[in-house]
């Protein structure tokens, strides 16, 4: 399967003496003169030649051609088989009008094709094998940044998944001060102080104001209207001008109805 | 050589992606929070009323507890029962501070004289599979902890 992705990498077109285009993808090769007159190599033949053309330049042993081309496949390869299918990618050459022996036979060793006459083939632009790396992989490397990017938002940006409460200023009974949880509309503020008032006034709470404490309180919709629902206070020592911090709440949650 | 490049590239790309589902999947998930707070619950509806201390925590790795300490208190004949229990459970964010506990598992104080099922009737339902509550930060050290519609009480970091 890693071979199989590493060959999907490794497609592309080639430009043979300056004159020949072989496309790995598909085995085909066109003399750029000819355009009509196209040769698909038999697949076998045509991996024995994409592996030349990668290696152009280097001389490649038979054992490193018999692993490229029949590695994952289950046919037997032999130095007759390999030797036939070079003979017969000499002949498609010249017979495409490429008067030049350009595979060479390395006696006991293996194959040598020139690294001169072969670049790459870019949409009828030309570039040496090194140049096109950046454009044929341009995908891959945007998607990579991207997915990088989105890891370092998440790690980073993402790292507190809790939303935060704001505290907002209501009133003040006697020196304590009332937050509420959410802004309370000026119909409201009577009912809603009144109703603190009268659970900081209740004994059982024991949530008197004491110096230097504030008051934290949220209640139900239906606690204005209807004097309804739940409601929530809590006396606590609120520091937010100078560390933000909150200390020694003592907190009280009612079910309005029965007080 | 080409093919060793195009192998660590891959590779890369192969661990940004994981990393990314990771953290989507299971990292984000999951809190650090350890916080305790005084409450009192009236409940005269009920005849009971519950005073101590309920302290929450959750763990990186998915896991948290909420442990109750204080008493309910019989409003009418002012018989007092003591609540000594943790409930350790499971528990994911499903989106921002909301959270969803499961796999409740109680271990009780030896000290712990209220029953079960007076316990999940007036505190704490565990009868339900999943149990959904929000968790909102409140300030630098403290956490608003509130059920599916009202805050309930704030939880200072310990």
Redesign the interface.
């Known amino acids: 399967m890693?071979i199989n992705?590493?060959e999907t990498?490794?497609k592309m077109k080639f430009l043979i003496n300056n004159s020949i285009v072989y496309n790995s993808d598909d085995g085909s090769l066109v003399n750029k003169t000819r355009a009509d007159d196209i040769i698909v190599l038999p697949h076998m033949a045509a991996r024995v030649l994409t592996c030349l053309l990668?290696n152009a330049g280097k001389v490649v042993p038979r054992e490193a051609i018999f692993d490229y081309v029949w590695s994952g496949n289950e046919m037997l390869a032999s130095n007759n088989s390999l030797t036939q299918y070079v003979s017969f990618i000499r002949k498609t050459l010249t017979d495409l009008e490429c008067q030049e022996e350009l595979i060479k036979t390395i006696p006991r060793v293996g194959f040598y094709l020139s690294g001169d006459n072969v670049s790459n083939y870019k949409n009828g632009g030309f570039s040496l094998l090194k140049d096109v790396f950046f454009s044929k992989?341009l995908f891959?490397i945007l998607?990579?940044m991207i997915?990088?990017l989105?890891?370092i938002y998440?790690?980073f940006f993402?790292k507190?998944?809790?939303?935060?409460?704001e505290?907002f200023y209501f009133s003040e009974i006697d020196s304590c001060k009332i937050y509420t949880?959410k802004k309370v509309s000026e119909h409201d503020f009577a009912s809603i102080r009144s109703r603190i008032e009268k659970m900081v006034e209740n004994e059982?709470?024991?949530i008197a104001c004491t110096k230097g404490f504030s008051y934290?309180y949220?209640?139900?919709e239906r606690i204005s209207l209807e004097g309804k629902?739940?409601e929530?206070i809590?006396r606590?020592n609120?520091t937010?001008e100078i560390?933000?911090?909150?200390?020694?709440?003592?907190?009280?949650?009612?079910?309005a109805?029965?007080? | 050589m080409r093919a060793i490049i195009k192998l660590i590239i891959l590779m890369f790309f192969i661990i940004i992606v994981l990393a990314n589902l990771y953290y989507f999947f299971d990292v984000s998930k999951r809190e650090m929070i350890n916080c305790e707070s005084p409450v009192l619950i009236p409940m005269p509806k009920k005849g009971f009323q519950y005073n101590g201390i309920i302290g929450m925590t959750f763990n990186p790795n998915g896991t948290g507890m909420a442990s109750f300490s204080g008493e309910l208190t019989e409003l009418d004949t002012n018989a007092t029962f003591d609540v000594l229990r943790i409930i350790y459970f499971d528990y994911s964010i499903e989106y921002f501070s909301y959270f969803t506990l499961s796999n409740f598992f109680i271990k009780k104080n030896v000290n712990d004289s209220t029953d079960d099922k007076m316990f999940n009737r007036l505190m704490f339902d565990l009868s339900t599979a999943g149990r959904r509550i929000r968790v909102e930060r409140l300030k630098d050290n403290a956490f608003l902890i509130e059920n599916t519609f009202n805050p309930v009480f704030i939880c200072i970091e310990r």
Not at chain 1, 160 to 165: A, G, H, Q
Not at chain 1, 243 to 255: F, L
């Open positions: 890693l992705l590493l990498f490794i990668i992989y891959a998607s990579f997915l990088l989105v890891l998440q790690v993402l507190d998944r809790l939303t935060n409460k505290l949880l059982s709470f024991n934290v949220q209640s139900d629902g739940r929530f809590s606590c609120i937010g560390n933000n911090i909150i200390s020694a709440c003592n907190g009280v949650y009612i079910n109805r029965n007080y």
